[in-house]
C-alpha cells in the first residue's frame, strides 16, 4: 500500500538518499539529481504542494516528485507553466508504478491549484 502526500521538512534526508539512489545506475544521468532537487526548493519556482512523496505502510519513503514553476515565452505572449523533474523512485521500488503514481497525482494536484500545462525536463 502506497500513499502519495506532500513532502514534509523532516522527508528532506530520506529523499536526498533516495533520490541518489534512483538514479545512481542511470546511464544518462549526471548523478547530481539530488542537490537540483536542493536547489529547487530554496527557489523561488519551489511550490511545497507539489514536492511529493510516496510512502509505504512501514514509513519508508519510496518515491519523489517534484513539480516547479516556470515561464514559457515566445515571441508574442508568455504564461505560467510547470517543470516535472526530477522523478524518483528507490531502486526496490521500481517497476511497480509507484513513479506512474506519483505523476498522475502530481498532475491532478497541479490542476486543482490552477495551473493548466507540465513540461517534463530531462535531468
Known sequence: ????????????QQVFQLTEEA?????????????LV?????????IPELSLVAEDENGIIAGHILFTKIKIVNDK????????????????????????KLILWGHDRAKE???????????
Open 77 to 100: 505572449e508568455s504564461f505560467d507553466s510547470l517543470a516535472l523533474a526530477p522523478v524518483s523512485v528507490k531502486p526496490e521500488f521500481q517497476n511497480q508504478g509507484i513513479g506512474a
Open 113 to 123: 491549484l490552477g495551473y493548466e500545462s507540465v513540461i517534463l525536463h530531462r535531468t
Open 38 to 46: 536542493e536547489k529547487l526548493r530554496e527557489s523561488e519556482a519551489f
Open 1 to 12: 500500500m502506497i500513499t502519495i502526500r506532500q513532502e514534509e521538512k523532516k522527508d528532506h
Open 23 to 35: 538514479f545512481r545506475k542511470m546511464e544518462h544521468s549526471d548523478h547530481q539529481e539530488q542537490f
